[in-house]
């Protein structure tokens, strides 16, 4: 046997022990001698059940992504199944940890699944723009029926062992080793005798489907894609799993995998996954962490709240200071508020909600800090009003605090460099609304120590962030990119464009919304003041704040919004206002195509991109990919701006940057000398380190 796959006979109940660590993935080389102790174990007499159970922390959670896009090698996942479905004794899924992907579809080959119940089941294949592949399509509908099946299958989102057990999908839940429950159980089931019948035989659940109902909540997820192929694909895999023979669905399940895995799509999003691993991983992996017992956060507005709330829920006390009493009642107020919301849409129980709020300690005195491990200050975003703050923090946190600031472009080297403590100080720039969003840019400033950073990297995953390590410069990676695709929104709508037009171009390329859509969301007021406090203009948003329209909350901005709707309607006031400007500016109006439109704003968010990577602000494109991905709606399916560039060919971009920098002269269509080589090697990495 090899050291992957394990088996030991327990008077007459064999346990087939899977053991390829961190996560027990179906390697060939698991696959391999997996296949062999199986029909070893069928022919076997002295063994009267199987046992299939993994060692360390999980159960299988999938088929070896790496594998993917290489030549399959015998037997797959499917030949195993299919072997596993010719044993006539009782075979037994032992599952603890997660059991997802190909692991949950190897238990479904097995006659009876037992788990542990912190045990988490499901099919995530879609978050990697696949569908299972290994008949889950096909046999979990059997047992949980069609319509919990397009749910588990179109989310990817997994389910626990209790609500498993009450769909039918595990026979059994217990507390403890499941090894020893499987065999007990296993042993049992034996002793009662069979047959047992293979999943694939059993059409219980399936004969129950109200095919109209399933269609109608089908074709609501697939409008919910915006232009993802794989959850699309999952719906018909399901549907063929009603109204197709088994061995007919199983074979269009496996044609619309091979046709996915080969896509462009799911090679971005399986680019996603490795990348948002690889950006959590500091050179020197051994660098001892500081130990965070109390985070303390200064300012409770929008950003300090939810902070607050992120660590609250990672389980950390938190301490809030604000600088009146006012203020701090406020932003409590406006926590308890949020924590409510959640408990009516049942995404928190009452329970959590009061652990959540006992984590809380209100203060307006600086002296309550002194016992916190990690300090963030998320106060007006002011040079002034930082130091100010720093210079306190400097006079009353024990030694070796970590103090952080959530500022958006302040430059950080300078906060560092008016304290005693420099190498203590780092950005933690989370994203709004803090609590919800899963991005968080890491700055490392000049003087930062390996031992600090290394915590907060540990850290960030501890309260569930998606981590990512940037350097000091004005926006960091996210809204100094952001700044670059923006810069051309005036001068199309100058030119002739409308915002609903932009705003279309953007949608269609898969963004949730298109930067007006944004602008109203996140109010027109916040980018007009930060502009007059730098003395910067903009045309069209300073002329339309003049007039109170802010977006969203005052009903009109570049859109009008009737009574309450989230939703715009375009607004023939603002276009004449945009006409009116442009004919004072003697630009004509010229018709604007949605390829013009993503050529002047995504081509220079690239761009900015390559001058990040040249810089080493970021450490890796990839890095800059989880950033979009995960802070901006940049669409997974297109793996993030760098991604996305190879996609689209480096060389085409820079012909279009170099025709729009020729007819404008503008610095951000100048081709970044990064990109130039990109274009000629077809890799950004080689040349980032080189
Ligand atoms: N294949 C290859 N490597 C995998 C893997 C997989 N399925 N799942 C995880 N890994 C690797 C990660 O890349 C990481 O490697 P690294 O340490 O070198 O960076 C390591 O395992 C640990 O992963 P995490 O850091 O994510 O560990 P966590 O404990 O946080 O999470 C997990 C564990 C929940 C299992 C998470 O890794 C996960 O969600 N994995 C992917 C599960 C999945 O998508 N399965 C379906 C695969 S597709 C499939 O099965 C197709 C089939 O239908 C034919
Ligand atoms: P905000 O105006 O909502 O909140 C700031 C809070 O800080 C106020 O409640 C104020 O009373 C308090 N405050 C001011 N000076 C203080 C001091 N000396 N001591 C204690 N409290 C003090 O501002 P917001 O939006 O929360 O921004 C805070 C910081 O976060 C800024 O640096 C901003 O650039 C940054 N940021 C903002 C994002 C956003 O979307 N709003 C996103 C990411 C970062």
Known sequence: ?????????????????????????????????????????????????????????????????????????????????????????????????TALGGGLELALGCHFRVADAGAKLGLPEVKLGLLPGGGGTVRLPRLVGAVKALRMIVSGTPVGANEAHEAGLVDAVFEGDPTTHAVNFAREIARKGGPFTPVRDRNDSLGETDLAAFDAEAADLARKARGLEAPVACAQAVRNAVTRPFDEALAAERALFMKLVASDQSRAQRHLFFAEREAAKLPGKDTPKRRIARVGVIGAGTMGGGIAMAFAGGGFPVTLLETSAEALQRGLGT???????????????????????????????????????????????DMAVKKAVFGKLDAIAKPGAILATNTSYLDINEIAGSIARPQDVLG???????????????VRADKTAPDAL????????????????????HGFVGNRM???????????????????????????????????????????????RNRKARGLTAVIADALCEQGRFGQKT????????????????????????????????????????????????????????????EKIAARASDIDVVWANGYGFPIGKGGPMFWAGLEG???????????HQRTGKEVFKPAPLLKRMAETGSWEAEATG
């Open 335 to 381: 926590i308890e508020k949020n924590y409510a919301v959640s408990v009516s849409r049942g995404s928190l129980s009452e329970d959590a909600k009061r652990q959540r709020l006992a984590q809380f300690k209100g203060s307006t005195d600086y002296a309550d800090l002194a016992d916190c491990d990690l300090i963030i200050e998320a106060v007006f975003e």
């Open 454 to 473: 290394a915590t907060v990297v540990d850290l960030a995953r501890r309260i569930g962030k998606v981590a990512v390590v940037v350097g000091v410069c």
């Open 428 to 442: 933690l720039h989370f994203f709004s609304p803090a609590n919800v969003m899963k991005l968080l840019e890491i």
């Open 650 to 660: 480096a060389a085409r971009i820079i012909e279009r940057l170099d025709h729009w």
């Open 482 to 528: 952001l700044a670059a695709r923006g810069s051309e929104s005036e001068a199309l709508l100058l030119e002739g464009a409308t915002p609903s037009q932009i705003d279309k171009a953007f949608t269609d390329f898969g963004w949730p919304m298109g930067p007006f859509q944004m602008g109203d969301l996140a109010g027109l007021d916040i980018g007009w």
């Open 555 to 614: 009903g009109r901005g570049f859109y009008r919004y009737e009574a309450g709707a989230r939703a715009g309607v375009p607004d023939p006031e603002v276009e004449a206002l945009i006409r009116g400007k442009a004919a004072e500016r003697g630009i004509t109006p010229r018709a604007i195509n949605a390829e013009e439109i993503i050529e002047r704003t995504l081509y220079p968010l690239v761009n900015e991109g390559a001058k990040i990577l040249e």
């Open 1 to 97: 046997m090899s050291n992957s796959v394990s088996v030991v006979n327990e008077n007459g109940v064999a346990i087939v022990t899977i053991d390829n660590p961190p996560v027990n993935a179906l390697s060939f080389h698991v696959r391999a001698p997996l296949m062999r102790a199986l029909v070893d174990l069928r022919d076997d007499a002295s063994v009267t059940a199987i046992v299939i159970a993994c060692a360390g922390r999980t159960f299988v959670a999938g088929a070896d992504i790496t594998e993917f896009g290489k030549p399959v090698q015998q037997p797959d996942l499917r030949a195993i199944v299919a072997m596993l479905e010719t044993i006539v004794k009782p075979t037994v899924a032992a599952i603890h940890g």
